[in-house]
């Protein structure tokens, strides 16, 4: 299992990382031209210590001896100094520049890499099955795809170059001072072992305190999301305390934890501090008794120490990666678990047949939960081009039905079939029986962007003749002209607020659009009275003729004009017929009935 894992994280990885590879690799190579520009300049002062200044043969490569004596040797560099200076600048120089391009090309990578990690999620969650979604807290997702995203970007981008960087000054920087004394050089090395040990502990102990870090941001980050998205609710039910307090509770549970992290943190750079303080002071005993004993020049001495702090950095550096590792592993699989959800996908040569035929379920069941059946063993038929209407009390599975023949939910192959014309909703394209079944949900979800643009969403062009007459089937028409702005006023978060009846028929208007030969009203007459209700069936019958209509209810004056009326009761067929076959029957729908029609009287 763990194998596996690992092995999808290092592909995503690289998928992540396809386009931006270069900018770090260019970068990696910069930072290395860095490195060793840093770890020759305390050759340089050596040289010039013992050699210039002082008398020691120098101790350097043959090509750089060679020219040195063409120019006349130590003794000519003595007199003109400068020349020291100016190589020692130039070098500087040089750094300087490798490690402005070195920064430059990686945030281009990282820009590079966080755009496409986003691209890449984005397009992924689009195409995430609706159970998913509805399985899943937005906030806690919206984290996923920011911080966890961020954190992740920081580790390719900043952590992943400087481990190469820290590997070449870590051996180079080895090799400089092993060749300086050996003795010395065990000393500096011994610490090493131990830093990694401890990092390792470290790590593992970090990791599990990230994970509850995130989780609990997540938890933040949902608890503001259902605030903003639900504040009538709050407002409505006077919750605005205790929403302060819920929050109040949850955001000290993340404080402490990030104390609690920050503590663990500081004490592992403490130890760091300590460990290689003593490190430091070893050094300087040893290498000045070595120097006193004469087996180690003064120059020696300063570059050995020069590289000492060089390799301070790594190892210290060693210690951030391993926290930057584990943090950004957490995340990373944060997102592997969005990037894993399999999207929807049709079967092979998924069909697009004639949609304008019977629909008929057989033998339905269904359960969101295991063990807790929502839809049982439910059989009807729709014929072609008719009206059918569906009444039953709250949870009955209604809309649930409506999202089985929608495929919003898969219907498992053992549990029923629901066929159009014959053919499996299952063996179809999602696609095509979604542009085929128009759906009005029970909640209409308006974007916030204007009435035109929202009625014509599944359009590419904006028709505003096609917009009109929509509008004037679901009625809205009239109430689109008491706007200042008509079409062109925006709603939602950044325009005016519609009332329920408003959005109801915005969202039928915007179903209209789609032309489609099923249309499915679930609930969408409710927040209209009786009056525009019957308008608008009206409308609706002049204008959609042909098209099979199905319309869920609970009023029994939007239902009673149906061809055929379905009545659930607890996820089951209670009866089926005509209005007036179901009045004779005497059951559910004549109490319904009755209960609506003659309220008074029942009252009394
Ligand atoms: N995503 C879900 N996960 C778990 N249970 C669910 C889910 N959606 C609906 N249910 C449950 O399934 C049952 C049927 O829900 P459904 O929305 O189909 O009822 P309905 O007949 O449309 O009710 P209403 O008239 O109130 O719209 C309910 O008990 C509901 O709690
Ligand atoms: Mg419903």
């Known amino acids: 299992m763990e194998g596996t894992n690992s092995l999808t994280r290092t592909r995503l990885a690289l998928q992540f990382l396809k ?41 350097l490569p043959k090509w750089i001896l060679s020219w040195l004596n063409s120019i006349g040797g130590a003794e000519y560099l003595r007199r003109q ?26 945030a281009t990578g990282a820009e590079t890499l966080v755009k496409r990690m986003r ?37 390719l981008a900043e952590q992943l170059p400087s481990l190469f960087r820290v590997a070449l000054l870590l051996i180079m920087g080895m090799i400089f001072m092993i060749r300086i004394n050996l003795t010395l ?52 039910f006077g919750r605005e305390k205790y929403e302060c307090e819920r929050f109040g509770k949850q955001n000290n549970i993340f404080t402490n934890l990030n104390i609690r992290l920050t503590k663990l943190m500081s004490a592992f750079w403490c130890v760091g501090d300590l460990i ?50 584990s943090k950004a592993g957490i995340s990373f699989d944060r997102i592997l678990y969005i990037m894993r959800s399999p999207m929807e996908q049709d079967k092979p040569d998924a069909l697009e047949p004639d949609m304008n035929k019977d629909i008929s379920f057989e033998h339905v069941s269904f ?60 063996d179809m394209k999602a696609s095509w029986v979604r542009k085929n079944i128009g759906i009005v949900l029970q909640e209409p ?39 200042t702005q008509g079409y062109d006023t925006f709603v939602g978060e950044r325009g005016v607020t519609m009332s329920g009846g408003q959005k ?35 409308a609706l019958k002049e204008n959609m003729h042909g098209a099979t209509m199905i319309l869920i209810s609970h009023r029994i004056t939007t239902l009673m004009q149906a061809d055929r009326i379905l009545v659930l009761d607890n996820g089951q067929v209670a009866e089926l017929g005509t209005h007036q076959e179901l009045m004779e029957n005497n059951g559910i729908y004549r109490r319904v009935y009755d209960i609506q029609m003659a309220p008074e009287e029942l009252e009394a």
Request: glycine residues 6%; proline residues 3%.
């Open 504 to 538: 109801q028929r915005t969202a039928i208007a915007r179903m209209l659009m789609q032309n489609a030969p099923i249309l499915v009203f679930d609930d969408s007459l409710s927040a209209v009275d009786a009056e525009t209700d019957a308008k608008i069936r009206h």
């Open 276 to 325: 290689t303080g003593m490190q430091r002071m070893l050094i300087i005993v040893l290498g000045s008794y070595i120097c006193v004993k004469g087996r180690m020049t003064a120059g020696e001495f300063i570059a050995f120490i020069s590289y000492n702090t060089i390799l301070t950095w790594p190892i210290r550096m060693l210690g951030r990666m391993v926290s930057e590792m």
């Open 119 to 155: 691209d890449m999620i984005f397009r992924h969650i689009e195409h995430l099955p609706f159970a998913w979604h509805m399985k899943n807290q937005t906030g806690d997702i919206i984290q996923r795809c920011t911080s966890d995203v961020d954190t992740v970007k920081r580790f």
């Open 19 to 59: 386009g931006s590879k270069r900018f770090f690799v260019l970068g990696i190579l910069l930072a290395s031209i860095n490195s060793i520009i840093e770890l020759v300049i305390p050759r340089v002062i050596s040289f010039t210590v013992d050699s210039v200044i002082g008398t020691k043969d120098p101790d």
């Open 81 to 106: 100094l400068w020349i020291v200076a100016v190589i020692v600048v130039s070098l500087a120089v040089c750094a300087a520049l490798c490690s402005f391009s070195q920064r430059v090309s990686n």
């Open 185 to 236: 050089s065990l000393v500096a090395i011994f610490t090493l072992p131990i830093v990694s040990l401890y990092s390792a502990v470290f790590h593992k102990k970090i990791g599990a305190q990230f994970q509850k870090v995130d989780e609990n941001e997540g938890v933040l980050s949902t608890i503001c999301q259902e605030n903003l998205t639900g504040v009538r609710v709050v407002r409505a």
């Open 367 to 426: 359960q969101y939960l295991p063990d807790v059946p929502v839809v049982k063993d439910v059989s009807f038929t729709i014929p072609a081009g008719s009206v059918f209407g569906i009444l039953g009390n709250t949870g009955s599975g209604k809309s649930t039905i409506m999202y089985l023949l929608d495929r919003l939910y898969e219907l498992p192959p053992e549990q029923g079939r629901i066929t159009i014309g014959g053919v499996d909703v299952a």
């Open 445 to 483: 979800f308006l974007f916030s962007r204007t009435i035109a643009e929202n009625i014509s969403i599944g359009r590419n062009k904006l028709d505003m003749r096609d917009v009109r007459k929509a509008s004037a089937t679901a009625c809205l028409d009239e109430a689109i002209e008491n706007f």
